[in-house]
């Protein structure tokens, strides 16, 4: 016990004698105990190098090694080794280390090592390594390594490596490498190298080489490389890779593919379209939908019956050799059975044969509803037909014309593995526009 208390002796008056202000110790370093920056073992000149501080509301001129503080503390010039405050810290120059702080840590220039606060963490240049903030990572210029915050990260020029945010990630500069992952939004001012996942939506005021995923939208300024998937919806200036979206595609000009319920492009020479309905000014080289539009479409409207479906109106949407058809058409069950109607889509392939006569082929689907027949026993409440056409139409002026039908229906029950009807389709009808 009394050996104990000789050693604590000791070590506290050479600690006292070892942190005793004066002209050598000021220039080559030593301890700091202040209690706050008025009161302090070591006063603060340029020409001080602290290797050790202890104390409240300190002022340094430079610190290399380890200082704790459990309010603030404030270095004039650089930091190199560990600083720990309970509320903040503030380096006038470059932090080379591990700062800690329940508050904030603000850097005037460069941080290289472990930056982590409760609050923010503030780097006025670049920032190199890792950055954990209870709120926010915010630099000024570059980013190279990991940005970890609960709401926000920003980064003033570029950043490399994987910024993740519970909320926004912000680069404004021209560049951003590697991986963005953020709960609502990445909002990237120049290019996108890399992956950018977010909550909601993905935002990029240039080129993009690589994937960006979001719930709501993607947004591409310039060109993209690479894949876009969204549930809403995908936009690009020149496309040259895949749009993936529940809702709709579109892009100025596109070199690679769509898909999505609506997709729309200016210029799809080399594109594929797949959807709904596919759009684009200029040919694409394959589409795959049920209506396919150009400003060469022509829309005209099909009044037609027949022995299957008694009564019919449908849109034909005709380019130079390709056609669809949406319709809708009633009774088709027999007249003397009650009501029935029917909704079905057709694709064929039609060649004029002189200036007014043209032949066409198609293949359809149509799906039936029995409404109050399904009461019948020999009746179901739903069933679909698969139909095969030749037409031949003959037009009497430039928006109206008549047609002839002749084909094939095979009617099938949803519910079994059996068929209802066959016979064959005899249709006469008028086209306008």
Same mark, same amino acid.
């Given at each position: 016990?009394?050996?104990?208390?000789?050693?604590?002796?000791?070590?506290?008056?050479?600690?006292?004698?070892?942190?005793?202000?004066?002209?050598?110790?000021?220039?080559?370093?030593?301890?700091?105990?202040?209690?706050?920056?008025?009161?302090?073992?070591?006063?603060?000149?340029?020409?001080?190098?602290?290797?050790?501080?202890?104390?409240?509301?300190?002022?340094?001129?430079?610190?290399?090694?380890?200082?704790?503080?459990?309010?603030?503390?404030?270095?004039?010039?650089?930091?190199?080794?560990?600083?720990?405050?309970?509320?903040?810290?503030?380096?006038?120059?470059?932090?080379?280390?591990?700062?800690?702080? =329940? @508050?904030? #840590? %603000?850097? $005037?220039? &460069?941080? /290289? !090592?472990?930056?982590?606060?409760?609050?923010? *963490?503030? +780097?006025?240049?670049?920032?190199?390594?890792?950055?954990?903030? =209870? @709120?926010? #990572? %915010?630099? $000024?210029? &570059?980013? /190279? !390594?990991?940005?970890?915050?609960?709401?926000? *990260?920003? +980064?003033?020029?570029?950043?490399?490596?994987?910024?993740?945010? =519970?909320?926004? #990630? %912000?680069?404004?500069?021209?560049?951003?490498?590697?991986?963005?992952?953020?709960?609502?939004?990445?909002?990237?001012?120049?290019?996108?190298?890399?992956?950018?996942? =977010?909550?909601?939506?993905?935002?990029?005021?240039?080129?993009?080489?690589?994937?960006?995923?979001?719930?709501?939208?993607?947004?591409?300024?310039?060109?993209?490389?690479?894949?876009?998937?969204?549930?809403?919806?995908?936009?690009?200036?020149?496309?040259?890779?895949?749009?993936?979206?529940?809702?709709?595609?579109?892009?100025?000009?596109?070199?690679?593919?769509?898909?999505?319920?609506?997709?729309?492009?200016?210029?799809?020479?080399?594109?594929?379209?797949?959807?709904?309905?596919?759009?684009?000014?200029?040919?694409?080289?394959?589409?795959?939908?049920?209506?396919?539009?150009?400003?060469?479409?022509?829309?005209?409207?099909?009044?037609?019956?027949?022995?299957?479906?008694?009564?019919?109106?449908?849109?034909?949407?005709?380019?130079?050799?390709?056609?669809?058809?949406?319709?809708?058409?009633?009774?088709?069950?027999?007249?003397?059975?009650?009501?029935?109607?029917?909704?079905?889509?057709?694709?064929?392939?039609?060649?004029?044969?002189?200036?007014?006569?043209?032949?066409?082929?198609?293949?359809?689907?149509?799906?039936?509803?029995?409404?109050?027949?399904?009461?019948?026993?020999?009746?179901?409440?739903?069933?679909?037909?698969?139909?095969?056409?030749?037409?031949?139409?003959?037009?009497?002026?430039?928006?109206?014309?008549?047609?002839?039908?002749?084909?094939?229906?095979?009617?099938?029950?949803?519910?079994?593995?059996?068929?209802?009807?066959?016979?064959?389709?005899?249709?006469?009808?008028?086209?306008?526009?």
């Amino acid at each position: 016990m009394k050996l104990a208390i000789r050693c604590i002796t000791f070590f506290t008056a050479l600690l006292f004698l070892y942190s005793l202000p004066g002209n050598a110790q000021n220039k080559s370093g030593g301890i700091n105990l202040s209690l706050w920056k008025g009161i302090s073992t070591q006063p603060c000149d340029s020409s001080q190098t602290t290797y050790f501080n202890l104390g409240l509301v300190t002022k340094l001129n430079q610190l290399k090694g380890i200082g704790l503080n459990g309010f603030s503390s404030f270095s004039a010039d650089n930091v190199y080794g560990i600083q720990v405050s309970g509320i903040s810290n503030v380096v006038n120059g470059s932090m080379k280390g591990i700062q800690l702080s =329940g @508050l904030a #840590n %603000i850097n $005037g220039d &460069d941080a /290289k !090592g472990i930056i982590g606060s409760g609050i923010a *963490n503030v +780097t006025g240049n670049n920032l190199k390594g890792l950055g954990i903030g =209870g @709120l926010m #990572n %915010i630099t $000024g210029n &570059d980013t /190279k !390594g990991l940005l970890l915050s609960g709401f926000m *990260n920003i +980064t003033g020029s570029g950043s490399v490596g994987v910024d993740i945010a =519970g909320v926004m #990630n %912000i680069g404004s500069g021209s560049t951003a490498k590697g991986i963005k992952i953020a709960g609502m939004a990445n909002i990237i001012g120049g290019n996108l190298t890399g992956i950018a996942a =977010g909550g909601l939506m993905n935002v990029s005021g240039n080129n993009i080489n690589g994937i960006q995923v979001a719930s709501l939208t993607n947004i591409a300024g310039g060109q993209t490389n690479g894949l876009q998937i969204s549930g809403l919806g995908n936009v690009g200036v020149h496309i040259r890779g895949l749009q993936i979206a529940g809702l709709s595609n579109i892009a100025k000009s596109l070199r690679g593919g769509q898909v999505g319920l609506l997709n729309i492009s200016e210029f799809a020479t080399s594109g594929v379209q797949v959807g709904l309905v596919n759009y684009s000014k200029s040919a694409a080289k394959a589409k795959f939908g049920l209506v396919n539009l150009n400003p060469d479409t022509r829309y005209q409207l099909m009044i037609f019956g027949g022995n299957t479906s008694k009564g019919n109106v449908a849109m034909r949407f005709k380019n130079n050799l390709f056609y669809t058809i949406l319709g809708l058409g009633s009774n088709y069950l027999d007249l003397d059975k009650k009501f029935s109607a029917s909704a079905f889509y057709r694709t064929g392939l039609g060649f004029e044969i002189s200036s007014n006569l043209s032949l066409s082929g198609d293949i359809g689907y149509q799906h039936i509803e029995t409404f109050h027949n399904k009461y019948e026993a020999d009746i179901p409440e739903r069933m679909y037909a698969l139909q095969a056409r030749i037409n031949i139409e003959y037009r009497l002026a430039k928006e109206f014309g008549i047609f002839a039908s002749g084909g094939y229906s095979t009617t099938r029950y949803y519910t079994e593995s059996k068929t209802y009807d066959k016979k064959p389709i005899v249709e006469l009808g008028i086209i306008l526009f």
